[in-house]
């Protein structure tokens, strides 16, 4: 079991490692001798956990599926609007996260399929919907897969624009911007009334899960 | 006269050769030597327009913007809508509009100030929205500067969505889908019954602005 915890204290220093020098690099530009030198293992460790540059990306952009989790709500609404601003939140705070989204817009890693977070991510969103519209909290028009596509697609851009324009800093309020345009057409207006969209949500769920105190967003108006 | 159209022939040769070596280097690998040997000018009549890397990215950058322009309609949603549908179109088959996009969202471009393109797009798009207000097109609550900055964002993430799924080929589909869950929570529903969201909206008006005949684009559905 000792033997095994280290294991996995090992990769997560080496996807650390890799996060730090893909974001810095690029996926293109970034080397394995980098990782090397970042995470200060052996070679025959790296090489144990991932066998080339690629397989590290797919550890970065795979880590962000791991905190995924909200605590189960009555309203799966709200559970989405959880999972979206608990991902915003976590961007803005965990170099993982931020890592993985950044690879998966990397528009010269083009060796990399990078599709796998989009799909992924759809996937996720599109179950509450189904959880959702099982319940009756969705309006009847509502195709859950092309509502989960738009919702992902939309704030891959989303948090591209806030990092842009405010290295994330006003990265939940622009989130909570884009639910408040999108979800009155996808939710009833009687069970919307009862979601909380507020742009400080990421770090009132972040708090919730994990016991830490969340860091406070500084607001900003658009342009 | 012809002097000055040479210089302009000369600008445009450079900033295609610059939109190419962009695309396929990225901003921080792209060198002007490569776009020098790719354009087959004179380093002179570079540096005559140009003064550096930045210059240039600035004017691949400027280019979409000179391709915004879309027929006056009497409701303004319409001229919203035909903005985007069209800019989306172009996406699709104008290199230097696909490098502009891709020079504003890549990450490895760290000391080019990439907010430009996201500020003025913002920026015309309120302006029609602002419009659209003043003629009672538009619901209440709608604040046109976050609406704007909502429709901007959330593009920029649904067209990368659709460049890594599908080279771009279901992007008309995407487009559509992103405006029929936006615009409802911000249009009236008088007004909108009246505005044409389909996917292929992007050729008919790139068809009736140039009077070229439009690609024909292949609609996937989503995964």
């Known amino acids: 079991m000792v033997k095994q915890d280290r294991a996995i204290r090992t990769r997560q220093t080496i996807l ?78 965990d170099p993982m996260v ?12 083009t060796d990399l399929d990078r599709s796998g977070p989009f799909r992924r991510w759809s996937g996720v969103i599109r179950s509450f919907l189904d959880k959702a519209q099982a319940q009756g909290e969705l309006l009847p028009h509502v195709v859950t ?7 992902v697609g939309s704030f891959a851009g989303v948090q591209a624009m806030s990092q842009i324009i405010s290295c994330y800093q006003d990265l939940g309020h622009r989130t909570s911007e884009l639910l408040r345009h999108l ?23 972040f708090a919730e899960v994990t016991g830490l105190p969340a860091e406070v967003e500084l607001v900003a108006a658009p342009g």
Not at 51 to 68: I, M, N, P, T, W
Not at 79 to 87: G, P, R
């Open 16 to 93: 650390a490692a890799a996060a730090k020098v893909f974001e810095e690099r690029g996926y293109q530009a970034a080397t394995i001798t980098e990782i090397l030198a970042t995470a200060g293992v052996t070679k025959g460790a790296l090489y144990f956990h991932f066998q080339s540059k690629e397989h590290l990306a797919q550890g970065v952009l795979a880590e962000q599926d791991q905190r995924l989790s909200v605590p189960a709500r009555t309203c799966k609404v709200q559970e989405i609007v959880d999972t979206v601003a608990l991902h915003a939140y976590r961007l803005r705070t």
């Open 98 to 109: 931020r890592a993985g989204v950044r690879l998966s817009l990397d528009q010269q890693a």
């Open 145 to 151: 897969a092309e509502t989960a596509d738009v919702l």
């Open 183 to 205: 979800l009155p057409n996808v939710v009833l207006s009687s069970v919307l009334t009862t979601v909380d969209l507020s742009a400080d949500r990421g770090a009132v769920v």
